[in-house]
């Protein structure tokens, strides 16, 4: 079953133009899925996966011989799985420059990764980050009715007021918040994964999640980038799952996965450029009151992160509630292109996230339960010192706008 991603229609939108498309995530996310949609409206495409070792030995090899093959007589070329390609980046330049035909190109991070693409491809390549299912798309499979008839105007009013655009946002009834919760329940503990979001139960759920997490490790680290490294980044990654939303101490991690700066800061990045957590770095423009200094880790599904630490328990059972709530808020925020940040000072004052649109701030507290209009002193510490579009405060349950203060508090599943 193919449900239509939130991504197609920009890849649709720049197949007219003569760059490479690269359609780049993490395993499992729907990229086959939605390159092969996309093929299937077009003529004179052809479509070729590099798991297909000889067609893979062929462009490695003899490309001029690939193209006659496999391409001549095509306007469309699109390869699956480029990450296998050796100096793959240097041959599409030859095959952009020599046959100015139209390439769209999927693959793991690995694109990103090594120098083998992109530095032959300055000028000639877009890159899109595709990820899983956002919880918008998430609801509208699971719930069409209540996506088409309700969640849909619900979030496009919020996004209205984020932009300024709306004097007031939406304030949700009670039985409204309790029905969309059974959602996001579910969401936040098994994440957006395209193969979990369509098993049939939380058993199988399980067992996909267990199942990308560890293809990640053999696939993704072992033979791919060609680590040796499995065992550390294994407790490497489980470390960073038990801390989720902190500040990172770099000595303790390293102890914890007896690895050295050096090969700690790598095996950081490589987790994040294989889009399985995200680094944010604090908001600061004052270095000798704010920490300015130590990123925050924030994975990208929460349905990956409870596969590391094998919790799946229900969310009303869990004991790391907050830090799932929060997790999620950072994912959602990524999912929809924002650069996310946060905020701390020397006296702990602090903001979850900030995000900078357009020269102003956007606030944003996550809190999982709430039953008044109370407000931490972090915002109002960082609204005293900085210009601010809107604040907000997230939680599980309640809906309401302080007009007075300018809060807005919002379920988070309308982050």
Do not use: C, W
């Given at each position: 079953m193919y449900i239509k991603r939130e991504m197609e229609d920009k890849v649709v939108k720049y197949l007219k133009t003569p760059e490479i498309i690269a359609v780049a995530g993490p395993r499992q996310c729907g990229k086959t899925t939605l390159l092969k949609k996309i093929f299937k409206r077009l003529k004179k495409a052809v479509y070729i996966d590099f798991e297909d070792r000889d067609i893979l030995d062929l462009f490695n090899t003899d490309i001029r011989t690939f193209y006659s093959l496999h391409v001549k007589e095509n306007d469309y070329l699109f390869i699956d799985e480029f990450q296998y390609a050796r100096d793959g980046g240097q041959k599409l330049k030859y095959l952009y420059d020599t046959y100015k035909i139209k390439i769209v190109i999927s693959g793991s991070s690995v694109l990103d990764l090594t120098h083998q693409a992109v530095k032959y491809l300055v000028g000639r390549i877009?890159?899109?980050?595709?990820?899983?299912?956002?919880?918008?798309?998430?609801?509208?499979?699971?719930?069409?009715?209540?996506?088409?008839?309700?969640?849909?105007?619900?979030?496009?009013?919020?996004?209205?007021?984020?932009?300024?655009?709306?004097?007031?946002?939406?304030?949700?009834?009670?039985?409204?918040?309790?029905?969309?919760?059974?959602?996001?329940?579910?969401?936040?503990?098994?994440?957006?994964?395209?193969?979990?979001?369509?098993?049939?139960?939380?058993?199988?759920?399980?067992?996909?999640?267990?199942?990308?997490?560890?293809?990640?490790?053999?696939?993704?680290i072992r033979d791919i980038l060609q680590l040796s490294t499995e065992r550390e980044i294994q407790k490497l990654v489980k470390a960073l799952s038990l801390q989720v939303g902190s500040m990172v101490v770099y000595n303790e991690l390293g102890q914890i996965a007896s690895l050295d700066y050096s090969k700690l800061m790598k095996h950081l990045n490589i987790l994040e450029k294989t889009f399985v957590i995200k680094m944010v770095s604090p908001f600061y423009r004052n270095k000798r009151t704010e920490i300015a200094k130590s990123p925050k880790i924030y994975f990208r599904d929460n349905g990956f992160r409870n596969a590391v630490i094998g919790n799946f328990q229900p969310l009303n059972e869990r004991i790391d509630r907050g830090m799932l709530n929060k997790n999620f808020t950072a994912g959602q925020l990524l999912k929809s292109g924002y650069e996310i940040k946060y905020w701390r000072t020397k006296s702990h004052a602090e903001i979850d996230f900030v995000l900078e649109e357009a020269g102003a701030n956007i606030l944003i507290e996550v809190k999982s339960f709430l039953s008044t209009n109370k407000a931490g002193r972090g915002l109002f510490n960082f609204r005293e010192k900085y210009h601010v579009n809107r604040t907000i405060i997230l939680s599980e349950n309640f809906s309401f706008f302080d007009k007075e203060r300018e809060i807005l508090f919002l379920p988070l599943f309308l982050v």
């Open positions: 877009f890159i899109f980050h595709l990820s899983p299912f956002s919880f918008r798309e998430f609801l509208g499979y699971r719930s069409p009715s209540l996506y088409e008839n309700v969640y849909i105007d619900l979030k496009k009013k919020v996004d209205l007021f984020l932009q300024g655009k709306r004097k007031t946002p939406p304030v949700l009834s009670e039985s409204l918040i309790k029905e969309m919760h059974r959602y996001y329940g579910e969401y936040a503990v098994f994440g957006g994964y395209p193969r979990v979001v369509l098993s049939n139960d939380a058993e199988e759920k399980v067992t996909v999640l267990k199942n990308i997490y560890n293809t990640y490790l053999l696939r993704e």
